[in-house]
């Protein structure tokens, strides 16, 4: 079977939100709002704190990214959030004691809500308040056979959550213990991005041509750190100070170097491509994508660096780098190839802006749960987007202006075992023959990008009086 | 029995109100007892967590609860594991060895084994008590089981991948299977209905208990006794992550000055995942010049030995379900400095002194505090102390437990001629509860016996 591409962009806009803004402050009012996100708090130094205080390790995508945006638009209206290591903490009067801290001394009696972030599988609840489980995901791959665990569908949640909120009505309804209906509402629109939003209105987005000015130093003092594959070291990504991982980086100073030299010959600029990794989705095909874009041909003829962000990092992915890394220079033929493909992490809002002039186009998962948010933030930030082997039935475009959608054209029998047993995913995927063509048209996307404003016009005058 | 003692609630933080349980006192052992006699009754108690070798946490829970209940209905409670009878001789020796070693040996390689239980005909009057996961299921018209902590489904990141499974796979199928469940604790009955939306009629809260064996003061205080013996604190548990064993190290390598002044004691087994509870180079020499000491397991008697001559425990956990060391500690009349997690307040009350364990800051103010103080040899305190003994005792656990059981032996007694309802199969994520009656009447019927 032949890959399909659909070349068509797609405009679609939101479904109007069925909450507005002045109702979701309504939501907030009254109450001390704390967050949670599926980390174990490791590092942490506080059983609550401001949500300001949270140290991310990165904030691009996943729940650190919701965390970031629920923040930065529950202070577009003036409250403030809080943020909780570990919600199952609390369950005794006195244990509340820390949050008091935190209340307005003109509030004298106020309720507590808890907002969970990230994979549903992974909710938990802050007893004696309002939980609401805002989710990102979308449609969930089913695995094979029966679950033993009894949240390991994803689609459920524990029996004491109130309520949905979601960023977008096509995402996935979750349903309470017991398969008990939970009501839903819908953030308004811009929630999934108001962090993004906020950092651009500070720092204006680049622009593809200012990519040759953008030096390993000058991300790095804003928190987008990078290292090639050849050079990952486990400690220092795991670490605290990913600084040094990109000062050692080599390969990803040479990119650098040859974003200048392409600037200066006149040939596309920013041949980096941007791959969201959800470690949080088990059905994941892009380990397996990774490890055959290393073995071929392809990528080592390209001009495209390939840039892994991986996202949504719990106890239990840790290692999932690691192991990746390890797998490829393996089993790879070429070992240069892994100077030519990279993974990186953005962990402060002030890199937002350096993404769109860096980045030529992205690779979002079709399987991912979380596409749609991914896809929003992409497209907030200008970053065209290209969706792999999307499942079918999957809601793709919701809030994303411009993308295109590579179909699958074969299926991966992915084995997991984890915390929620042993499962089997059947996850559509793309064929050798399917990367090259992935790679092709990325080189496409990347030089018409490249061109001018002029030369563009004169390109697709030529293109209709040629057809 | 006196209620559950808690710190002042938070002030101005309206939280819901789940807190607000009466805790209803039940009727003596011994009426209970005639009672249960009276209607006929016998009491299967599920072994499986006595073939353990070392009996700390649960194991040791099981002992204490089984011991109780046998001393009380030595004629009406047989043992059982999986399918099979266990001689009630050779669990009441492993009672007395406080370790399951021999009594794993003898079931599945000596005569222990009594054979396969007796298939329950219909009617019959058995209630099967499972103090931890069941094994099998749906065997007994009345089955109850202890659940000790959700750690497994909240906390997964403190266990390996087999505990979880083996608990998470079938605590649906145990908690659809339960007349009755009891939680050690509101707070993990509260996990229970947060997380799996049981009902209250379905849940009660049998907190654990503390005993020392009558001799333990006597052969202390005979020991020689070291008069300017230095102060220690002693951190008792398994080291596993959950515990938290990390935050005092962390605590003595940001302040040492605290290893000068007095000596810390880890005691417990090395449990699961110790590369995330690695000692750090710098306590090295506190090791070595036994400032830091790290016995491993002890026996009972040592641990109680090192219980009454701490100046205080430390229990810097993340989550319990109990929190028993704490309450091993007051027992003694020692002061417990303890994180204020899940259920341990509901333990110590007011006699602890709580921290945040996320902060080594709230801890070394916590020791400082008990340092500058002299809580242990305060009348109050002590008084405190004694009250807890008196309220957390296994006759009281059994208690808990036999009179809720009692009434839903009443409940199966009265609705005995009534018609058998149907009560439908169930998936994941769907628990059907079947009421107790009509469940009972089923499977006294024979009506989808089975086991797991």
């Known amino acids: 079977m032949r890959p399909k591409f659909e070349t068509q962009q797609q405009k679609t806009t939101l479904a109007p939100a069925r909450v507005m803004p002045e109702v979701v402050a309504s939501f907030w009012q009254d109450a001390v709002l704390a967050a949670s996100i599926p980390t174990t708090g490791a590092g942490c130094e506080s059983a609550v704190k401001p949500a300001g205080q949270y140290c991310y390790r990165q904030r691009l995508f996943g729940f650190e990214a919701q965390l970031a945006a629920l923040s930065a638009m529950l202070n577009g209206i003036g409250q403030r959030l809080l943020y909780v290591p570990a919600p199952e903490l609390f369950a005794a009067r006195s244990s509340y004691r820390p949050f008091e801290r935190f209340i307005a001394p003109d509030s004298p009696n106020v309720g507590l809500m808890h907002v969970r972030l990230g994979m549903a599988r992974h909710a938990r609840l802050l007893k004696g308040a309002r939980n609401v489980m805002l989710s990102a995901e979308s449609e969930i791959l089913p695995p094979l056979g029966l679950q033993s665990h009894p949240f390991a569908s994803g689609q459920l949640v524990p029996a004491g959550f109130a309520e949905q909120f979601v960023y977008y009505p096509e995402q996935m309804p979750l349903k309470r213990f017991g398969n008990c209906e939970l009501s839903r509402a819908v953030l308004p629109a811009g929630a999934a991005i108001a962090d993004v939003s906020e950092a651009l209105a500070r720092h204006p987005a680049l622009e593809p041509s200012e990519a040759a000015g953008i030096t390993p130093h000058l991300c790095a003092a804003r928190g987008l750190f990078g290292c090639s594959f050849a050079e990952f070291d486990a400690e220092e990504w795991h670490g605290t100070a990913p600084a040094r991982m990109t000062a050692q980086s080599a390969d990803w100073r040479r990119a650098f170097a040859l974003l200048r030299d392409a600037e200066a010959s006149g040939t596309p600029s920013h041949p980096f491509i941007l791959l969201a990794w959800n470690l949080g989705n088990p059905a994941s095909m892009l380990p397996t994508l990774v490890l055959r874009l290393c073995r071929s041909e392809h990528l080592h003829n390209s001009p495209l660096r390939v840039v892994l962000f991986p996202f949504n990092e719990t106890w239990e992915t840790t290692q999932a780098v690691q192991q990746l890394v390890e797998q490829v220079r393996n089993e790879t033929l070429r070992p240069q190839i892994l100077r030519s493909i990279f993974l990186a992490r953005l962990s402060r809002p002030e890199a937002l802006p350096l993404l769109p002039a860096l980045f030529a186009c992205a690779w979002i998962e079709g399987a991912?749960?979380?596409r749609l948010f991914t896809s929003a933030r992409l497209d907030a930030l200008g970053i065209p987007t290209l969706t792999l082997a999307p499942p079918e039935g999957f809601h793709l475009s919701a809030p994303v202006a411009s993308h295109q959608t590579i179909l699958p054209d074969e299926e991966l029998r992915l084995r997991v075992c984890d915390q929620?047993?042993?499962?089997?995913?059947?996850?559509?995927?793309?064929?050798?023959?399917?990367?090259?063509?992935l790679l092709l048209r990325s080189e496409d996307m990347l030089r018409q990008r490249s061109l001018p404003a002029r030369e563009m016009h004169h390109a697709e005058m030529f293109a209709i009086h040629a057809a | 029995m006196p209620k559950c003692s808690q710190s002042m609630p938070p002030e101005r933080l309206a939280i819901s109100t789940f807190f607000q349980g009466e805790e209803v006192e039940p009727p003596p052992l011994h009426v209970l007892k005639r009672r249960i006699c009276e209607l006929g009754w016998t009491l299967y108690y599920d072994v499986s967590p006595l073939l353990e070798e070392h009996w700390t946490g649960i194991p040791l829970v099981a002992a204490r609860l089984g011991e109780v209940l046998f001393e009380t209905f030595p004629q009406n409670v047989r043992f059982f594991y999986e399918n099979h009878l266990v001689s009630s001789d050779a669990v009441v020796d492993a009672f007395g060895r406080n370790s399951g070693l021999f009594l794993h040996r003898d079931f599945f390689k000596g005569d222990a084994c009594e054979g396969p239980m007796p298939l329950l005909q219909a009617g019959s009057r058995a209630a099967g008590i499972f103090p931890s996961v069941k094994r099998v299921r749906r065997i007994f018209p009345i089955e109850c089981s202890l659940v000790h902590d959700l750690s497994t489904l909240i906390t997964p990141q403190f266990h390996?991948?087999?505990?979880?499974?083996?608990?998470?796979?079938?605590?649906?199928?145990?908690l659809a299977s339960n007349t009755v469940t009891f939680a050690v604790s509101r707070a993990t009955l509260e996990d229970?209905?947060?997380?799996?939306?049981i009902g209250d009629d379905r849940l009660c809260v049998a907190y654990n208990g503390v005993s020392w064996p009558w001799w333990f003061p006597i052969q202390l205080a005979n020991e020689a006794r070291e008069d300017n013996a230095e102060p220690y604190f002693?951190?008792?548990?398994t080291r596993e992550p959950r515990k938290n064993i990390a935050?005092?190290?962390?605590?003595?390598?940001?302040?040492?000055?605290?290893?000068?002044?007095?000596?810390?004691?880890?005691?417990?087994?090395?449990?699961?995942?110790?590369?995330?509870?690695?000692?750090?180079?710098?306590?090295?020499?506190?090791?070595?010049?036994?400032?830091?000491?790290?016995?491993g397991f002890v026996s009972e008697f040592e641990k109680y030995r090192l219980l009454c001559g701490a100046t205080a425990t430390i229990y810097p956990s993340f989550f319990e379900g109990f929190g028993l060391p704490i309450l091993e500690s007051l027992s003694v009349g020692t002061p417990c400095i303890a994180s204020f997690s899940s259920a341990i307040p509901e333990v110590g009350g007011d006699l602890c002194t709580y921290f945040d364990p996320f902060s080594v800051e709230s801890l070394y103010r916590a020791v400082r505090k008990v340092l500058a103080g002299s809580l242990k040899s305060s009348r109050e305190f002590r008084a405190g102390c004694r009250a807890v003994a008196k309220r957390f005792t296994w006759r009281n656990t059994a208690r808990q437990i036999l009179s809720v059981l009692l009434g839903k032996m009443e409940q199966f007694e009265s609705f005995a001629s009534r018609p058998i309802a149907f009560i439908e199969s169930h998936g994941k994520g769907e628990l059907v509860l079947p009421s107790p009656v009509a469940g009972g009447r089923r499977r006294a019927n024979g009506a989808g016996l089975h086991s797991a």
């Open chain 1, 368 to 370: 991912d749960p979380e």
């Open chain 1, 420 to 437: 929620f047993g042993e499962r089997i995913y059947l996850v559509p995927s793309l064929s050798h023959r399917a990367l090259a063509e």
């Open chain 2, 160 to 174: 390996v991948s087999d505990t979880i499974r083996y608990h998470m796979e079938t605590i649906c199928e145990d």
């Open chain 2, 234 to 237: 002693l951190i008792l548990g």
């Open chain 2, 192 to 197: 229970l209905k947060a997380y799996f939306g």
């Open chain 2, 247 to 295: 935050c005092i190290f962390d605590l003595l390598n940001l302040f040492p000055d605290l290893l000068e002044q007095c000596r810390f004691v880890i005691v417990g087994r090395m449990g699961w995942l110790a590369e995330q509870q690695a000692i750090p180079a710098a306590l090295e020499a506190a090791i070595a010049e036994k400032r830091l000491i790290l016995p």
